[in-house]
């Protein structure tokens, strides 16, 4: 009981963070391992229970995501479930012992991109032009990091989306929440045939997820968001370096 108390709490923490500024994974995924869930399993399994989150969020976006071309989200959709098929798939063939390696330089690396997310968008905005726009070969790598390891895949996103030269914050959001939902479908899918996620610590982490996202809206109007940043940055850190005592102890 004292387990499904900590990983629900985690879960709400986790989607608070998500719907006001990311950083949800870092932790989510401690939590599931601090109660005894492999690595694998735990990262699996904390994916799986953002999905609620992504859903909800690309809801509340939807007439964003709907100034969209059809055919282009469609195409996006593809080829962002197939990376993360790519990405999941690698996954379940890690062992826990080589995962467990790449594990605080994965948190670390999502901490940077989370702590830089303005810059790297800003430098990826003057970059337009150096990827094809809304191309496969863009998207498909960043959607298998994202079905490999999902910590800081909403900044890597919008990043990407400053490369194609979208502009639009709203539509761009819509289309992170969106993307980041079908990728964790087909996580889910893999990941449950696979026998890579505890289930009911996946159900009860998704329910606070869900409070925890319909709470961000009005908790990010109280919230200074210098200090948030500051806050979900040193949780990251934190969570970096607790895993690296545990890699080297």
């Known amino acids: 009981m004292a387990d499904l108390i900590l990983i629900f709490v985690a879960g709400v923490f986790g989607g608070l963070l998500n719907a006001i500024a990311g950083g949800g994974t870092f932790i989510t995924f401690p939590a599931l391992v601090f109660i005894g869930v492999p690595e694998i399993v735990a990262n699996a399994t904390s994916t799986v229970a953002a999905m609620p989150g992504y859903l909800s969020a690309a809801i509340g976006f939807r007439r964003d995501i709907a100034e969209l071309d059809r055919a282009l989200l469609l195409r996006l959709t593809g080829w962002t479930m197939l990376g993360g ?17 790449l594990v605080p330089f994965l948190l670390l690396g999502a901490t940077l991109v989370f702590l830089r997310g303005a810059q790297v968008r800003e430098w990826a905005a003057r970059r337009r032009g150096a990827v094809t726009a809304f ?6 790598p960043v959607a298998i990091y994202g079905g490999y390891f999902n910590g800081g895949l909403g900044i890597v996103l919008l990043a ?15 289309l992170k929440s969106w993307l980041s939902f079908a990728l964790s479908v087909v996580s889910l899918a893999i990941f449950a045939s ?23 809206a009005p908790v990010s109007r109280r919230i200074p968001m210098p200090a948030l940043r500051i ?4 949780v990251g850190f934190g969570m970096t370096a ?4 545990r890699l080297i102890a």
């Open 231 to 234: 806050l979900i940055a040193a």
């Open 194 to 216: 696979g026998g890579k996620i505890v289930w009911i610590p996946a159900i009860v982490m998704a329910l606070g997820t869900i409070i925890g996202g319909l709470a961000g």
């Open 242 to 245: 607790v895993f690296l005592w």
């Open 85 to 101: 098929a790519i990405g999941s798939g690698l996954l379940l063939i890690s062992s826990n012992a080589a995962f467990a390696v």
């Open 160 to 174: 990407l989306f400053a490369m194609w030269g979208m502009t639009n914050l709203h539509v761009m959001n819509g």
């Open 135 to 140: 191309g496969a070969g863009s998207m498909v």
